[in-house]
């Protein structure tokens, strides 16, 4: 298996070609309805971080690299900073480190 979208969209036709196959008895159905729960469960966790790699890189793009130590698998440090809080002060659930 590859890992790039495209090929998560060529898996899920290909689960889809194969719910819809004629002449399957009622216990592959039902094997094949839990198969396709797992691969929709697995490929939803794929496109939510796609998604989060995305709206990271579009930070970057409209903001430069103002913001690019606190998202360390885009180029940052390897421990994130967290974002200020209303007003500018730190979350309180963050110490100040000494």
Do not use: W, Y
Not at 67 to 87: D, N, S, V
Request: with cysteine.
């Amino acid at each position: 298996m590859k890992n790039k979208l495209t090929d998560l969209n060529n898996h899920l036709f290909a689960q889809l070609e194969r719910l819809s196959e004629e002449g399957l008895t009622a216990e592959q159905i039902e094997q094949e309805c839990q198969r396709t729960e797992a691969i929709v469960d697995v490929s939803d966790q794929i496109l939510h971080i796609a998604n989060t790699q995305l709206n990271a890189a579009k930070l970057i793009a409209n903001h430069g690299d103002r913001f690019a130590k606190m998202l360390p698998a885009i180029g940052g440090t390897e421990q994130a900073t967290a974002l200020p809080g209303p007003g500018g002060a730190a979350p309180s659930n963050t110490a100040p480190k000494s």
